[in-house]
């Protein structure tokens, strides 16, 4: 650094940036002395790494202060702003580094960003020792990185900064420029809230708020109109989007109505697609509640029909009206798994074709081949039920669909009981062959 460098204005976030390990908030899950990162750094030697977790959680500096730690030399790239010669610079520095008996860090920041052919590049470096790869993310590496790099990488998880971690940021604000933040204590939980786990964020939120000239101390309203909120972290094409809908279908599942409810919200405020949310709750109410609530399609079906017609945010309340159903409805995947198992039965069974005496025959030379010959037409019968076999000659009689003894299945067993019971029946008076 420069000397004009050094006297240049810097944020506070990056002020207080930790200059130890043990000055990392949040962490303690991978840095602590009997965790996994505090194992390494006491063997003083580091495995290739991705770094996977959230904005503000520390990724950069615990980086590096791992190469401080183990005496490595930190070399950091961006994805989003370097490319191949990028790479082929820090490559041939780190091969001469090695010459000389100096390892290398390479630090990748956003290194989902770089495609496949950009990540199989890394290989041969890392699995000769020429470079320890230490990589971050915020999206899943199971999605985003080839599967020949992380079977070289270690995956760790970072975990979003919890109310104590940003306690402790605050703490350290104040402490650095010998000024208490002007808020109440209602103000103060809701500058963390704002923050939604982002230590970054939460003190470019405090340095502003430490700008301000002497005055009163803020509530709760006076802060949220001094500063801007957080907006929620949520990639409506990444992991964000298919967790929080996971969330929303597995809260249905449970019958946790007030769960749903808050996981319907939190996709529609961070900008979910309505549309998105619509088509899930219409497979919800045909996969989890089935027959056991029939008015749970319609329902479905009313909502997003309501959603296109009125749009956000009037139309959103159907949306919330069709959680708060099916969330209480009955559950049933009876309908679900018979489907499943009629499909494997016909996969199973080829082109089996079905009884001739349940095909139309609409010309002589079928008639002469035994089309709808001995065909019971049921409305004749006395109880509108022929008992006739439809399964194809050469498979036994399945029986797929296994209605629950809840909601409306409970009086489609009864009907199925009843027709079993006239098809035995049947069966028993027909003559034998």
């Not at 996977?52 to 190469?67: D, F, N, V, Y």
């Not at 760790?156 to 208490?180: C, G, H, K, M, Q």
């Not at 001739?356 to 509108?384: C, E, R, V, W």
């Amino acid at each position: 650094m420069t000397l004009f460098e050094s006297q240049a204005p810097r944020p506070l976030a990056n002020r207080l940036r930790p200059q130890t390990l043990a000055d990392v908030v949040g962490q303690d899950h991978l840095l602590a002395p009997e965790a996994p990162l505090g194992r390494m750094v006491a063997a003083g030697r580091l495995a290739s790494m991705v770094l996977w977790g959230p904005p503000g959680c520390g990724k950069t500096t615990i980086a590096r202060l791992l190469a401080e730690r183990v005496d490595l030399d930190f070399a950091p790239l961006s994805a989003v702003f370097s490319g191949v010669a990028d790479l082929r610079k820090v490559f041939d520095a780190a091969r001469q580094r090695r010459a000389g008996g100096r390892g290398t860090l390479l630090f990748i920041d956003e290194i989902h960003r770089f495609n496949r052919s950009q990540q199989d590049g890394f290989l041969p470096y890392v699995e000769d020792g020429t470079v320890t790869l230490v990589g971050a993310t915020t999206e899943n590496p199971s999605f985003e990185l080839n599967a020949a790099l992380l079977s070289r990488a270690q995956v760790f998880v970072l975990n979003r900064l919890d109310e104590s971690a940003l306690e402790r940021l605050l703490v350290r604000a104040e402490t650095a420029t010998a000024r208490p933040l002007p808020l109440n204590s209602d103000a103060r939980q809701a500058l963390k809230a704002m923050a939604d786990g982002d230590g970054r964020f939460l003190l470019n939120l405090a340095e502003d708020l430490l700008a301000l000239p002497e005055g009163p101390v803020l509530d709760t309203n006076r802060l949220a109109a001094t500063v801007q909120r957080r907006a929620p972290l949520y990639d409506k094409a990444q992991d964000g989007h298919y967790n929080l809908i996971s969330a929303l279908h597995k809260a249905l599942r449970s019958s946790d109505t007030d769960a749903a409810l808050y996981w319907l919200a939190r996709m529609l405020t961070a900008g979910e697609d309505p549309r998105f949310v619509a088509r899930r709750l219409v497979r919800f109410a045909s996969e989890d509640v089935g027959l056991a609530d029939p008015d749970a399609l319609v329902q479905a079906l009313a909502a997003w029909e309501t959603y296109e017609r009125l749009g956000s945010p009037e139309g959103e309340l159907a949306l919330a009206q069709c959680v708060i159903y099916l969330g209480t409805a009955p559950k049933s995947n009876a309908a679900y798994r018979a489907f499943n198992a009629a499909m494997a039965s016909a996969r199973a069974s080829g082109s089996l074709m079905p009884p001739k005496q349940i095909l139309n025959a609409p010309t002589k030379l079928m008639k002469s081949l035994g089309y709808s010959a001995g065909y019971t037409y049921d409305h004749n019968t006395p109880d509108g039920f022929s008992g006739q076999n439809c399964f194809p000659d050469g498979l036994s009689r399945q029986q797929f669909y296994q209605p629950v003894e809840r909601g409306f299945e409970r009086e489609i067993r009864r009907r199925l009981d009843y027709w079993a019971k006239l098809r035995a029946r049947a069966g028993a008076a027909e003559p034998d062959s």
